[in-house]
């Protein structure tokens, strides 16, 4: 929007109630009236003609009373009221009172105020009639050569504007502004200068950038761009022209203006493929995330460097910069510090590998110094990750990283400490070299485990892995260790009785004297020497830390500290009690087929049913919080028996399908890892079939120019998002596809919109015909948003003439991935007419929220995390014509944008239904999951469709529900 729109935009706003005077009593103020009333009489002169009024009678009054004043306000006034009001009489000729005007502004441009000088400069630049401009030329020319740089700046786009659309009147303009261009001192000007040049005669800019390209760093940033710009065009469409320019682009990578940098460095990645430049530009790169604040920008550039990687030749150089990358992970934010791990992890080698360990091991053991933050947790996981990968990739890195993560089993965060449990069950099963090391530092940490899943995991691989009698002998040192006395009935009865003696359970275990804050002493059992987790704090009669503030004796402080196995069971969490009775079968089973000596085995045998016993004892008593279930017993029971009999089956089921099984789980998730990153490969490199056409780029336009514009173009498309890259491919297609009529044929006014999605922002071009004989004045397009749009300017009213048409636009802001609905209305008023305004309802638009949902990916312990704390949820009821399992699902996919994360091998096959999770983010950051439940009755015949449900949870009300009827809307194939 011009200034001169932005002016009257205002105009309206404020006299749009009011009623329109008379023509009569305008000329009265403009000839008798004070300044103040002259100028609001103006300002109602302009809103007149821009309803349609034709007003001539006010022309020469104008002239006369109006013109000559110096007042500044009147003064900008009328030069909204000379570009709008009509220069010519019907037949096309010049106005005779145009004449004079011509003069006036010639003053104008000699004026002594500076002010006066530009703004009337820039009027200039809107006037399409030659005849005006004619007399001014001389006037305009001298503009170049005032003192003020604010004058001198608008003179050259004056004479651009001239000379593009007159080229007659000022024939020696490239020659002139080179001149200029040549002794001009001010940044400003010699930007507008140098950008005229381009458009004009870029032989005369490249002959001056030839005669300065050693200074261009020395010139201000604003020149600098204009000097990429340049380069870059030149270059494409003259590629012998690199060497001349590259020089200068090094330059330029070292300015002090990041947006130089930044656009210096696309340039050279665009305009050499030599490792020395693109290691500069990702050197620089690197060195914008790092000193920039905003975190936009940091993600922005991470994504330029991400494209880099994803070039072949790109990725060699890039991975000498790991070291550099990873310096942005001190960056706070969690989402630049995701996307810089990933970056690094799919650019590390063999050669680097060591390094970044080093790096992610320094930062692992600064999250436990670091105050506590909301992200904290959320990093320690992440590197965690990063660690694992790592690890897996390059095994001989795993002993180096498995005693710092070892570490975090111990950690109150669950999801954290849950990543280390996966990885070391994923290192002990792949790395036999690595067992001892694991089994070791696990028996170490076993004890201070604070949460019962991943107590529960850490039982499953000790008694999995643990071969040795000596592991076997110390696995059940801890487990008892972990229970603390037993039987634990018993013992709980005669603690709270008060039969126990303090001093003969101080020497069931070692114990340490702990100091509290009031200078006394109290004495802990080395039973329980962890604090429960943060997820338990019901279990407030555990803490040390309430115990702390008070003086107690030994006995009552034990009879409050649990050893943590036996806290998690009088708390109803039995579902520990399963993973402990296999795992007391293991090693058993185990121990028999090593230990020769009957007594031995019979034994340790004996121990393990006496835990088991226990336990079951106490799910079953009144003391446990929530009584054991069903399940829980009857494995306990199963597990009973088979250490009753020993049978050799028994021993093999439990000491060799179970690994095998993991085994095979692994194997799967190798290979699914192999075919992603063959898929990646696959997409990045670019295969060209024996018979495709050649394109000559010289026959793709008319001539070199609009050959330049069109790769010029075609780049910067390309650079916008995937929807701008179809576009550019066919975009005539696309437009199409994305055309809404408005109002009907028969209407009096006809109306159509394309929407533009551009990430944030929706852009509305909508056509409007007047299919009347009628001028319609004050013909207003008046929009609503529904949902969370929000409309960011009101469009202007315009005439239409007798079957004209015009185009009016309307910016949206999109703030949420939901269904959004734009509606509204064509107001107008009739010429001549003395009727209301009439009115036209338009259709609704509703905008796909497809345009901003994006297909991603997650592990499975983020999808059942994020499961649980997501509170909206929307249960759609399949309806559809498809009768094939997987066909619905790939069609539930496409028309979603949501990926699916279920392996391929799991949905093979047919066996009558299907169960899948689903995975997608939005541009706005909120996540979307879905899990698909589908069947089909097979007894009801082969053309019996699909039926089931597909539950869809977000974090956002609006992104469930408008996920919900985009599911709803697109179940159904369409049918030929």
């Known amino acids: 929007m011009t200034a001169a729109e932005n002016v009257c935009y205002t105009l309206i706003n404020v006299a749009s109630d009011s009623e329109p005077p008379s023509e009569v009593c305008l000329k009265t103020d403009l000839e008798k009236g004070e300044i103040k009333a002259k100028t609001e009489a103006l300002k109602k002169v302009i809103i007149m003609i821009l309803n349609g009024e034709k007003l001539p009678g006010l022309l020469m009054t104008i002239i006369r009373f109006v013109l000559p004043l110096q007042d500044h306000t009147i003064k900008k006034l009328l030069l909204v009221f000379w570009e709008i009001v009509p220069k010519t009489t019907p037949d096309g000729k010049l106005l005779q009172e145009m004449i004079l005007v011509c003069?006036?502004?010639?003053?104008?441009?000699?004026?002594?105020?500076?002010?006066?000088?530009?703004?009337?400069?820039?009027?200039?630049?809107?006037?399409?009639?030659?005849?005006?401009?004619?007399?001014?030329?001389?006037?305009?020319?001298?503009?170049?050569?005032?003192?003020?740089?604010?004058?001198?700046?608008?003179?050259?786009?004056?004479?651009?504007?001239?000379?593009?659309?007159?080229?007659?009147?000022?024939?020696?303009?490239?020659?002139?502004?080179?001149?200029?261009?040549?002794?001009?001192?001010?940044?400003?000007?010699?930007?507008?200068?140098?950008?005229?040049?381009?458009?004009?005669?870029?032989?005369?800019?490249?002959?001056?950038?030839?005669?300065?390209?050693?200074?261009?760093?020395?010139?201000?940033?604003?020149?600098?761009?204009?000097?990429?710009?340049?380069?870059?065009?030149?270059?494409?469409?003259?590629?012998?022209?690199?060497?001349?320019?590259?020089?200068?682009?090094?330059?330029?990578?070292?300015?002090?203006?990041?947006?130089?940098?930044?656009?210096?460095?696309?340039?050279?990645?665009?305009?050499?493929?030599?490792?020395?430049?693109?290691?500069?530009?990702?050197?620089?790169?690197?060195?914008?995330?790092?000193?920039?604040?905003?975190?936009?920008?940091?993600?922005?550039?991470?994504?330029?460097?991400?494209?880099?990687?994803?070039?072949?030749t790109h990725e060699r150089v890039l991975q000498d910069l790991v070291m550099d990358i990873l310096r942005v992970l001190g960056t706070p934010d969690l989402e630049v510090r995701k996307k810089t791990l990933q970056l690094a992890l799919d650019l590390v080698s063999s050669r680097n590998v060591e390094e970044l360990v080093i790096v992610l091991k320094k930062e692992v053991i600064k999250t436990n110094n670091v105050t506590e933050h909301e992200d904290t947790d959320k990093y320690r996981q992440l590197l965690v990750r990063t660690l694992h990968s790592c690890s897996v990739r390059f095994p001989d890195m795993a002993a180096n990283v498995i005693p710092v993560l070892m570490e975090f089993l111990s950690d109150t965060n669950e999801a954290a400490a849950a990543d280390v449990l996966e990885f070391v069950r994923e290192a002990i099963q792949r790395f036999d070299i690595l067992r001892p090391l694991i089994i070791e530092k696990m028996l170490e940490v076993f004890h201070a485990i604070k949460t019962v899943k991943i107590f529960r995991g850490a039982l499953w691989i000790l008694g999995e892995y643990c071969s040795t009698k000596e592991d076997?002998?110390?696995?059940?040192?801890?487990?008892?260790?972990?229970?603390?006395?037993?039987?634990?009935?018993?013992?709980?009865?005669?603690?709270?009785?008060?039969?126990?003696?303090?001093?003969?359970?101080?020497?069931?275990?070692?114990?340490?004297?702990?100091?509290?804050?009031?200078?006394?002493?109290?004495?802990?059992?080395?039973?329980?020497?962890?604090?429960?987790?943060?997820?338990?704090?019901?279990?407030?009669?555990?803490?040390?830390?309430?115990?702390?503030?008070?003086?107690?004796?030994?006995?009552?402080?034990?009879?409050?500290?649990?050893?943590?196995?036996?806290?998690?069971?009088?708390?109803?969490?039995?579902?520990?009690?399963?993973?402990?009775?296999?795992?007391?079968?293991?090693?058993?089973?185990?121990?028999?087929?090593?230990?020769?000596?009957?007594?031995?085995?019979?034994?340790?045998?004996?121990?393990?049913?006496?835990?088991?016993v226990t336990v079951l004892h106490l799910g079953k008593s009144s003391l446990a919080k929530r009584p054991i279930t069903d399940d829980d017993v009857d494995r306990i029971s199963l597990c009973l028996k088979v250490l009753s009999e020993c049978s050799p089956l028994m021993n093999d089921i439990f000491n060799k399908e179970c690994r095998k099984s993991l085994s095979r789980m692994l194997t799967v998730r190798m290979e699914e890892e192999k075919l992603s990153q063959k898929k990646e490969s696959e997409k990045r490199s670019v295969t060209v079939q024996a018979d495709d056409p050649i394109s000559f780029m010289q026959l793709t336009a008319k001539n070199e120019t609009t050959s330049k514009e069109d790769q010029f173009q075609l780049s910067l498309l390309a650079a916008m998002g995937n929807t701008q890259r179809k576009e550019a491919a066919d975009p005539m297609a696309s437009k199409l596809n994305k055309v809404t009529q408005l109002t009907g044929f028969?209407?009096?006014?006809?109306?159509?919109?394309?929407?533009?999605?551009?990430?944030?922002?929706?852009?509305?071009?909508?056509?409007?015909?007047?299919?009347?004989?009628?001028?319609?004045?004050?013909?207003?397009?008046?929009?609503?948003?529904?949902?969370?749009?929000?409309?960011?300017?009101?469009?202007?009213?315009?005439?239409?003439?007798?079957?004209?048409?015009?185009?009016?636009?309307?910016?949206?802001?999109?703030?949420?991935?939901?269904n959004g609905i734009i509606f509204g209305n064509i107001v107008y008023d009739v010429s001549g007419a003395a009727s209301d305004r009439n009115c036209v309802v338009l259709s609704d638009i509703h905008i796909d929220i497809m345009d901003y949902i994006q297909p991603a990916s997650c592990t499975d312990a983020e999808f059942r995390q994020m499961w649980t704390e997501f509170e909206w949820e929307n249960k759609v009821t399949v309806n559809t014509n498809i009768t094939d399992l997987n066909e619905y699902l790939q069609h539930i996919l496409k028309s979603t944008n949501m990926k699916c994360l279920t392996p391929e091998k799991a949905l093979s096959g047919f066996c009558g239904f299907m169960a899948a999770n689903l995975y997608a983010r939005s541009i706005f950051g909120e996540d979307a999951l879905a899990n698909v439940s589908i069947e089909k009755p097979i007894h009801l015949g082969p053309d019996v469709p699909v039926n089931g449900h597909i539950r869809i949870r977000a974090k956002s009300q609006g992104m469930a529900l408008s996920l919900g009827d985009k599911i709803n809307l697109s179940q159904k194939k369409a049918t030929l």
Do not use: W
Request: aromatic residues 6%; contains cysteine.
């Open 103 to 312: 003069d006036a502004y010639r003053k104008d441009l000699q004026h002594p105020n500076e002010f006066i000088r530009g703004s009337t400069l820039r009027f200039l630049c809107k006037l399409k009639e030659s005849e005006l401009l004619e007399p001014l030329m001389p006037a305009i020319r001298a503009c170049l050569e005032h003192r003020h740089s604010y004058v001198r700046r608008n003179a050259v786009l004056a004479i651009y504007t001239i000379y593009r659309n007159f080229e007659h009147l000022i024939p020696d303009a490239p020659e002139l502004i080179h001149d200029f261009l040549v002794n001009e001192k001010d940044a400003s000007c010699k930007r507008n200068a140098f950008m005229m040049l381009i458009h004009a005669d870029q032989d005369r800019a490249l002959d001056y950038l030839s005669t300065c390209i050693d200074q261009v760093h020395t010139f201000g940033d604003i020149l600098q761009l204009v000097i990429v710009e340049l380069i870059y065009k030149v270059c494409h469409a003259n590629p012998t022209e690199r060497a001349r320019f590259i020089r200068c682009i090094y330059n330029l990578l070292q300015s002090s203006s990041p947006a130089v940098k930044y656009e210096a460095a696309g340039t050279l990645v665009t305009l050499s493929s030599a490792p020395t430049a693109i290691k500069a530009a990702a050197q620089c790169y690197i060195d914008l995330i790092i000193k920039e604040s905003d975190n936009n920008v940091k993600l922005i550039v991470l994504d330029r460097l991400v494209e880099l990687k994803e070039h072949p």
């Open 746 to 818: 028969s209407d009096p006014v006809y109306a159509e919109a394309y929407v533009h999605v551009n990430q944030y922002d929706i852009v509305l071009d909508v056509l409007v015909v007047n299919q009347t004989s009628d001028t319609l004045q004050n013909c207003t397009l008046e929009l609503a948003t529904l949902g969370d749009l929000k409309l960011v300017e009101k469009p202007s009213p315009l005439t239409l003439a007798p079957h004209d048409f015009a185009n009016i636009k309307a910016n949206v802001k999109v703030a949420s991935t939901e």
């Open 472 to 612: 076997i002998q110390s696995v059940m040192t801890e487990v008892r260790r972990s229970l603390g006395e037993i039987p634990i009935v018993e013992n709980e009865i005669k603690k709270e009785t008060g039969e126990l003696k303090a001093e003969d359970e101080v020497t069931a275990a070692p114990a340490q004297k702990l100091v509290t804050e009031m200078g006394t002493y109290v004495t802990q059992s080395a039973l329980s020497s962890s604090r429960p987790s943060k997820k338990d704090e019901d279990r407030s009669e555990n803490s040390l830390d309430s115990l702390s503030h008070n003086f107690v004796s030994p006995l009552i402080l034990f009879l409050v500290l649990r050893p943590p196995l036996r806290d998690f069971l009088m708390h109803g969490y039995f579902y520990v009690t399963s993973s402990l009775a296999t795992t007391l079968t293991k090693v058993a089973l185990r121990y028999v087929s090593i230990v020769q000596d009957k007594k031995k085995q019979n034994s340790f045998v004996a121990e393990a049913m006496l835990i088991m």
